[in-house]
């Protein structure tokens, strides 16, 4: 069974940064697109950043364009989301994602990964 494991989130204030990790070694990521996701409190779960590690494509949702970057250690069957500048309105829980390649196709669509962490809370005060 596919297990992702996400850490690296907490509490920060507007302007700061956090990493947050994706262990997907329990599986061959490299034939996966990975992606991040955030929900907040009462709004719709929203497509964040993916990847594609065959060939390192990257894709941002505009609203973190510019000040978050998702990256990978292939040795390590990690995904990495870097995430500068944090805002408030980024408050969220963080999930690591991965689907069939062409998930990282197109419109970033939850319904396009199969697999799931458990997520990761971020908190960013005013």
């Known amino acids: 069974q596919v297990q992702l494991v996400e850490s690296g989130g907490g509490s920060v204030q507007a302007g700061g940064s956090l990493r947050l990790s994706c262990d997907a070694s329990?599986?061959?990521?490299?034939?996966?697109?990975m992606g991040w996701f955030r929900q907040a409190p009462g709004k719709e779960r929203e497509g964040v950043a993916r990847?594609?590690?065959?060939?390192?494509?990257?894709g941002y949702a505009d609203s973190v364009k510019g000040r978050f970057t998702i990256s990978q250690d292939n040795a390590k069957n990690t995904v990495y989301l870097q995430m500068n500048s944090l805002k408030p309105e980024d408050t969220a829980m963080y999930y690591c994602?991965?689907?069939?390649?062409?998930?990282?196709?197109?419109?970033?669509?939850?319904?396009?990964?199969?697999?799931w962490g458990q997520g990761t809370q971020v908190t960013v005060s005013s």
């Open positions: 994602a991965a689907g069939m390649p062409y998930a990282c196709i197109g419109r970033m669509s939850g319904e396009r990964f199969g697999d």
């Open positions: 329990r599986y061959t990521y490299s034939s996966k697109c």
């Open positions: 990847i594609y590690p065959g060939d390192s494509t990257t």
